[in-house]
């Protein structure tokens, strides 16, 4: 069992920066690839980004490339999504999620947390 927490949600300007966080606790955190996704009221969950376990080429969604990057620090048991440039298209709740093994855009992913909420204002 792997418990996720996601905080360093809020209200950001049209431009500004945000960074969120994924904690882990539970199983060892260095086994999981962690993945990062939105939803907004209405729509269908959306794939944002997600790294493998040992950090190396992570993958973005093509709405995020360039303006959102994806890091962990296995030590600390944490994934940060920095977010940069920041559109108003980008509320939505953010969820981090887990998963030991498998495809890292397309697959299941097995632990989520309960969301940050992103408030983008024009």
């Known amino acids: 069992q792997v418990q996720l927490v996601e905080s360093g949600g809020g209200l950001v300007q049209t431009g500004g920066s945000l960074r969120l966080s994924c904690a882990a606790s539970g199983r060892t955190f260095s086994n999981y690839a962690i993945g990062w996704f939105r939803q907004v009221p209405g729509k269908e969950r959306e794939f944002v980004a997600a790294?493998?376990?040992?950090?190396?080429?992570?993958v973005y969604a093509d709405s995020v490339k360039g303006r959102f990057t994806i890091s962990r620090d296995n030590a600390k048991n944490t994934v940060f999504l920095q977010m940069n440039s920041l559109k108003a298209e980008d509320t939505a709740v953010y969820y981090c999620?887990?998963?030991?093994?498998?495809?890292?855009?397309?697959?299941?992913?097995?632990?989520w947390g309960q969301g940050t909420q992103v408030t983008v204002s024009s």
């Open positions: 790294i493998g376990r040992s950090g190396v080429s992570p």
């Open positions: 999620a887990a998963v030991p093994t498998g495809p890292l855009r397309g697959g299941t992913w097995d632990y």
